[in-house]
């Protein structure tokens, strides 16, 4: 299947700061990329989809402004945290898929906003 | 809007036994997945059914899928500790198969000596 690195595994921030979280797709070119929320013993919701060279998509609730997301290229997304808060303190995991197959995930970022 | 329901949410086994974790999907979707979560980590990818009637095994693990009544079941058999995780299902969100993905809530399954 496909290797997909997420990078940080872990980070602690302090409210009001910005956090980067890094996806990459190590073996194919993806042209979509999707970002994952999941708090502690719920499941995953999605959050947005990373388009390359276009905006991403987001889904109903979820601050644009807030979640930056950037696809500048086929192999990497990242998703920004901006003027975190400890309500923002969650495991982020992005995933990308070719058409008609599973999705396969990232190792995650678990943030955690002091 | 798209519902994926898992039942149970909550088991706990003993090794040896068998039992089925059940998912009900309010789609159309002939495609469902199976993923397992071990604590602290990311999903590892269990079983993809691409169509109705679609059933897949790897060792003790077992999948089917029944599109018509939306209804995917992940049968255990003979359980081992090692299995002790959680079990998401999940749907295509849009139909298509290049889209993001709507999970059920869970099973968290610990097995006991």
């Known amino acids: 299947g496909a290797v997909v690195s997420q990078h940080p595994s872990w980070v602690i921030c302090k409210s009001g700061t910005s956090v980067k979280i890094e996806c990459r797709s190590l073996?194919?070119?993806?042209?979509?990329m999707f970002w994952y929320r999941q708090f502690p013993k719920q499941s995953l919701m999605l959050m947005a989809t990373s388009n390359e060279g276009s905006k991403a998509t987001y889904e109903q609730g979820v601050e644009k402004d807030k979640f930056l997301i950037n696809h500048a290229s086929l192999t990497l997304s990242t998703l920004t945290v901006t003027s975190a808060h400890p309500e923002d303190s969650s495991f982020y995991i992005c995933?990308?898929?070719?058409?008609?197959?599973?999705?396969?995930f990232g190792q995650g970022t678990r943030l955690t906003v002091v | 809007e798209l519902k994926v329901e898992q039942n149970p949410l909550f088991l706990s086994m003993q090794e040896g036994k068998n039992y089925t974790i059940y998912c009900n999907y309010s789609t159309t979707s002939d495609r469902l997945y199976w993923y397992r979560q071990d604590p602290g980590k990311s999903l590892e990818s269990l079983f993809v059914?691409?169509?109705?009637?679609a059933v897949k095994q790897e060792g003790r693990l077992m999948a089917s899928l029944d599109t018509k009544a939306r209804l995917s079941t992940l049968h255990i058999t003979a359980a081992v500790h090692d299995l002790s995780a959680t079990y998401f299902c999940?749907?295509?969100?849009?139909?298509?198969?290049?889209?993001?993905?709507?999970f059920g809530k869970g099973t968290h399954l610990i097995i006991q000596p």
């Open positions: 999940a749907v295509d969100m849009k139909g298509g198969g290049a889209d993001g993905l709507t």
């Open positions: 073996d194919f070119q993806a042209t979509t």
């Open positions: 995933s990308t898929r070719q058409p008609n197959t599973e999705a396969f």
């Open positions: 059914l691409l169509s109705n009637g």
